[in-house]
């Protein structure tokens, strides 16, 4: 299977988006959207990938990796590894199922233990230039700790990457397909974050008015 599709304008870098919902135009999907639609506008496109159209095993734990570096598991992650490796910046992308990611979205992770064994074990070294990682993750209740299970799991997928988490954007409160819409501010800030995603690609620095992203 081809690894996710690409969107927005031709420019100067390749954002790697992976949603880990697995509802196709549900909350989070159209939340992503808004922060690639807000690069799209800086001349930058995206490759997009649902990770619910991929056939990825989670980790069998056969410790091939260790002596490799590659995973022997044959599925479309093997197809994934370098889209993740040559990424500049990586979006995750999810609900939060039970205060983590969804099932989807750890497998994809679980997985990157290839890469782990590759830089930590096989002394691999990651590319020069570090990237950025971005996390951008919805949730239907509102929780004080809702969105720190997540963030943990994300910042050391980025670290296994040689990526710097560099913002986020995490919204309470969506219990319905409607009340994105509703969120107007939300929506804007996606935008923004596409912009400021733009700008460390080599875009047009946005002076946004904000100290930080976020709705955690």
């Known amino acids: 299977m081809t690894v996710g599709e690409s969107s927005g304008a031709s420019g100067q870098g390749v954002i790697l988006a992976l949603q880990g919902s697995p509802r196709r135009g549900g909350n989070t999907d159209r939340l992503l959207d808004q922060v690639l639609n807000g690069a799209a506008e800086k001349g930058l496109a995206a490759k997009k990938v649902f990770l619910r159209d991929l056939k990825i095993s989670p980790c069998l734990e056969l410790n091939h990796c260790l002596q490799t570096g590659r995973c022997a598991i044959d599925d479309d992650m093997t197809g994934l590894y370098d889209h993740l490796v040559g990424a500049r910046v990586l979006i995750l992308a999810s609900p939060i199922f039970f205060y983590g990611p969804s099932a989807l979205l750890k497998a994809a992770i679980d997985r990157g233990q ?103």
């Open 114 to 216: 290839a890469l782990w064994a590759r830089k930590y074990v096989l002394k691999i070294a990651p590319p020069a230039s570090k990237g950025q990682g971005y996390l951008v993750a919805t949730a239907a209740t509102g929780g004080g700790k809702l969105f720190d299970g997540l963030r943990l799991t994300a910042r050391y997928f980025f670290d296994v990457l040689d990526l710097e988490p560099a913002g986020e954007l995490l919204v309470r409160g969506l219990a319905k397909d409607e009340d994105l819409e509703r969120r107007t501010e939300v929506l804007a800030e996606a935008r923004i974050l596409g912009h400021k995603i733009a700008a460390f690609l080599g875009g047009p620095i946005v002076d946004t008015g904000r100290k930080g992203d976020g709705h955690a």
